[in-house]
């Protein structure tokens, strides 16, 4: 339910992490590894199921607000996939063509 402004006492300005100040520029991470860290967590803590689902929820926004930043793998079977920042050490491929189809 929306609510007013003047039932909060403060409102600060709406911040996103920059990739390169969260991911480390040679480790790939899933997304609920980069969930942790966006939370100043190291990316193994042990979470509830309830945290961890409303972290990664916030999370994707984020990921696709970052999309041309990052780089992500492509998963094998039922792996899930990995992300990380794009960088000159280890450039992206060239998406194949009919990878999409």
Do not use: C
């Not at 300005?13 to 480790?27: F, N, Q």
């Not at 607000?65 to 992206?92: C, K, M, T, W």
């Amino acid at each position: 339910m929306p609510r007013p402004k003047d039932d909060f006492d403060t409102l600060y300005p709406y911040r996103l992490y920059d990739p390169e100040d969260v991911l480390a520029e040679d480790t790939m991470y899933t997304v609920p590894e980069i969930a942790r860290l966006l939370q100043g967590l190291d990316p193994e803590t042990q979470l509830d199921a309830d945290t961890e689902d409303r972290i990664v929820v916030w999370t994707v926004p984020w990921l696709m607000s970052h999309a041309d930043e990052l780089v992500i793998n492509d998963p094998e079977g039922d792996e899930p996939g990995y992300f990380g920042v794009q960088s000159s050490s280890r450039p992206a491929d060239d998406i194949p063509e009919g990878a999409d189809e």
